[in-house]
């Protein structure tokens, strides 16, 4: 069987399944709109499915997914802002209380940011010019004298790049308004792939700590 008829049967067991388990759930959300409360920043990767790590229904989640999980700036510059917009769209229209950052182990987007890797494509270039927004970041790591192996500054890197994209979410001035008046609160998550951990940033400390145990 090949991939697409995999994901054409994999519809049919839904639709067979879930689907009619849950039909009047799903019926209701469709007729009513959705109002999560919890807006997830997350990493394109095929590996690293929010929805499912966090064990969320539909409705639960509203997902944005792009290389890295990383947020650019405010800024008004260039013509196509998707990240950017699916935030705004978020915080302003569906009124989101949280938005978490939700970074993981072995990103492709960022090995390619330490390695200095210029492009996927022959003339395109997108990779490097997204990934720029993460300079900072691994110009920390890559300054720091206590990571003796790549996998080290990656991982480094990789939630350096978490804590950069949650201070950027406060440039949004319709971000920085709400999370000061309480109605809204920033979150950078980080999952690891290899043991299935999942580390929360502390604001008070500036670590990244296990909830795993608790």
Known sequence: ????????????????????????????????????RVCVVSCSDSRVDPSLILDCEPGELFVIRNVANLVPPCEAEGLYHGTSAAIEFAVCGLEVSHVIVFGHGHCGGIQALLEGKTSY??????????????????????????????QARARACEQ?????????????????????????????????????????????????TSVTAT
């Open 1 to 36: 069987m090949d991939v697409i008829a995999r994901l054409v049967a994999g519809y049919r067991r839904f639709r067979g399944g879930y689907y009619l388990a849950h039909r009047e759930k799903l019926s209701a959300l469709a007729h009513q709109g959705q109002s999560p």
């Open 121 to 150: 494509a022959p003339s395109a270039g997108f990779v490097s010019a997204w990934m720029r927004i993460a300079t900072v970041a691994r110009a920390c790591v890559l300054k720091r004298d206590d990571l003796s192996t790549p």
């Open 160 to 208: 350096a790049s978490i804590q950069l994209s949650v201070q950027n979410l406060m440039t949004f001035p319709w971000i920085s308004e709400r999370v000061a008046q309480g109605s809204l609160r920033l979150h950078g998550w980080y999952y690891d792939l290899d043991h299935g951990d999942l580390l929360c940033l502390d604001p008070k400390t500036d670590r990244f």
